[in-house]
């Protein structure tokens, strides 16, 4: 089977400095794929990299096997790929139907199929997105998502400022609306074991390299080899660890 979505050797960063080293990354359709790993290993700059919104320096990304061009935003959005990114990026001064409807494009039907998902919405569809909780806005932020039917979905730190219970009804919408959609999910989470819990594989990301990948369920078993991937000990002798 063709992987959903497939990334092969990615080189990339910010202008000419180099934060992802050879990264590969194959998620299937209907799957969901955490990123882990510690503060600065190259989490956001992957995602941000998929999604088109920072070029390759080499490496390939495709969707469904057609290979999309790098540094092309709109090349992403056209092969089905969404990017949730961390600092939510609603409208604020729009109200919550009006932020829906931007993205819904006269899909009447899925856009009330969004309010079902997030009933909250519903009571407050007057009222501007800047107005709304923390947990109000990311609803609508993986809603304004959902809306646009995406064949790769990226979401970068979910939890970020939220409560556990709402954080893990989240993911539970989100893992459902993958296997439903036969949606590829590619998750950045800070809480590893939370995103172990809900992911099928993952990747964990030390200095721009994948230093552990495989199956979330096998990885979330071994926590000292969890901890030294975080970091960074992986592949070395005790000698040559850091002090």
């Known amino acids: 089977m063709t992987p959903r979505l497939e990334c092969a050797g990615i080189r990339g960063g910010w202008g000419a400095v180099s934060v992802l080293r ?11 794929h955490a990123v882990l790993g510690p503060n600065g290993a190259g989490k956001t700059t992957l995602l941000l990299t998929i999604a088109g919104l920072l ?3 080499d490496g390939t990304i495709a969707v469904d096997g057609a290979r999309l061009r790098s540094g092309k935003p ?5 092969a089905g790929i969404v990017l949730v990114p961390d600092h939510r990026a609603l409208f604020t001064t729009l109200t919550v139907d009006e932020n829906l409807r931007v993205p819904a494009r006269r899909d009447n039907a899925m856009l009330e199929s969004m309010l079902e998902l997030f009933p909250a919405l519903r009571d407050r569809r007057k009222l501007k997105a800047g107005a709304l909780s923390g947990g109000e806005q990311q609803m609508l932020t993986m809603a304004r998502a959902l809306i646009q039917r995406p064949k790769v979905l990226l979401v970068d730190e979910l939890s970020m400022g939220l409560a556990p219970a709402l954080v893990r009804r989240l993911f539970t919408t989100m893992r ?11 998750f950045v989470e800070q809480y590893a074991h939370l995103a172990l819990e809900f992911a099928q ?23 000292e080899l969890l901890e030294r991937a975080y970091l960074g000990a992986l592949g070395r002798e005790p000698a040559e660890q850091e002090t």
């Open 201 to 223: 594989n993952t990747s964990i990301l030390y200095r721009g390299r994948v230093a552990l990948e495989g199956k979330a369920s096998e990885i979330a078993a071994q926590p």
């Open 74 to 78: 709109a090349d992403a959005t056209r």
């Open 176 to 186: 459902d609306v993958a296997n439903e959609q036969d949606c590829a999910v590619v």
């Open 55 to 57: 070029p390759a320096h």
């Open 22 to 32: 050879d990264v590969d990354l194959a998620v299937e359709p209907g799957t969901m």
